[in-house]
């Protein structure tokens, strides 16, 4: 999988992999007490006080057992009430969690539909589970042929037609298809739902997870193998300008260095300018210049009495300001900051530079040796 989550994620609503896709909550924001779901644009309300952490993918969420740690999503109604389901999901599995069934996903106030790690139960040990509230008899399903490993990450997908009682769920595990146990038969029909969703436990927080979660995602159709397999192999191929990923390059765990260049050929679109201001954190992107973020950044007054050449020399101690081109300056930094590149510093050009910059999730600071 690729190593790390777009700093600002967009989707690309033309790739056909987004079809029926009514929640996805990428957790990119890296603090705060919000998280925005990007499908809907709902912002989801952070309780508890979970840790922002920096992982393998980028920024997480850390979940901990009998904390009340909760994420909790206002639903719109493309998302309530559906005859047919799929959740996608990447958590790190810390420990059991409360009551050793820690829930990563949940939706409804009575839990319509939910995602969980199972100790034991049905016979099974350390296995994904699904849970659906039926009338008469609710549904559990779990995945016998897999044995989670604690600590680990895992890529998890859950595709079910719960409208209908007797159908039973597929799931897939880091891309491989598994064999569903159907742990009790769900009877009657599902329990009608327009209530919230909820990450890191369920509306009661008595399943708490124990753990990190990556990202979280919802349609409202089944998914196929090919899209699951494609899914584990690249979760942000389709969000706008995505990342080049090289699997020769990297193996989707951290690098003893600190971060591992994914070159090659793909770059975003986006201008130095707009790149600069993500990298402060500033919007709108284009409301100062690269020269005013950086002075800004570094103190200086007048903002534009000197270039991005003079102000990148001041932060880093080069003298004559003009001896060094800004991105053999930037280059130089970003290898002292651990990223790795294939080529020397003249074969990039500054928005080159800059975009691999935002794609590391490093900030303005950072990259001005503040």
């Not at 839990?111 to 049905?122: E, G, V």
């Not at 436990?201 to 196929?224: F, H, K, P």
């Not at 053999?328 to 500054?350: D, I």
Request: charged fraction near 10%.
């Amino acid at each position: 999988m690729p190593t790390i989550k777009p700093t600002i994620p967009e989707i690309n609503w033309r790739n056909p992999i987004t079809k029926g896709l009514v929640f996805d909550a990428p957790l990119f924001e890296g603090g705060g007490l919000r998280t925005l779901d990007i499908a809907s644009k709902v912002k989801g309300v952070i309780s508890g006080a979970p840790a922002w952490v920096r992982g393998p993918w980028g920024w997480e969420l850390k979940f901990t057992a009998a904390s009340n740690h909760l994420v909790t999503f206002t639903t719109i109604p493309i998302q309530n009430d559906l005859p047919v389901i799929s959740i996608e999901a990447l958590v790190y599995l810390n420990g059991a969690g409360e009551s050793s069934n820690g829930r990563f996903f949940s939706k409804g106030a009575t839990t319509r539909q939910s995602l969980f790690y199972q100790t034991a139960a049905f016979a099974q040990n350390n296995f994904l589970g699904a849970f659906s509230t039926f009338s008469v008899l609710a549904g559990s399903w779990g995945t016998p042929g897999e044995t989670f490993t604690i600590p680990g990450y895992y890529h998890c997908i859950y595709t079910h037609a719960v409208a209908t009682a007797a159908a039973v769920p597929n799931f897939w595990l880091n891309g491989k298809k598994q064999i569903t146990s159907n742990n009790q038969s769900s009877v009657g029909t599902i329990q009608a739902d327009t209530a919230a969703l909820y990450l890191g436990s369920q509306a009661t927080s008595a399943r708490d997870w124990d753990g990190n979660i990556v990202y979280a995602r919802m349609w409202n159709r089944l998914l196929n193998d090919q899209e699951a397999i494609k899914l584990h192999q690249n979760p942000w191929r389709f969000y706008k300008k995505p990342l080049a990923f090289n699997p020769t390059l990297s193996t989707g765990a951290p690098a003893a260095a600190g971060y591992v260049d994914v070159d090659q050929a793909q770059y975003t679109n986006r201008s130095p300018q707009e790149l600069i201001n993500i990298l402060a954190g500033y919007n709108p992107l284009t409301g100062n210049s690269m020269q005013e973020t950086i002075a800004i950044a570094l103190g200086v007054q007048p903002r534009t009495g000197k270039s991005v050449q003079e102000l990148l020399a001041q932060a880093y101690g080069i003298l004559p300001a003009t001896s060094q081109a800004p991105n053999q300056m930037l280059y130089n930094r970003l290898v002292a900051l651990g990223v790795t590149f294939p080529s020397p510093w003249s074969s990039y050009s500054l928005q080159q530079l800059l975009d691999k910059a935002v794609a590391q999730s490093f900030t303005l600071a950072q990259i001005l040796n503040q």
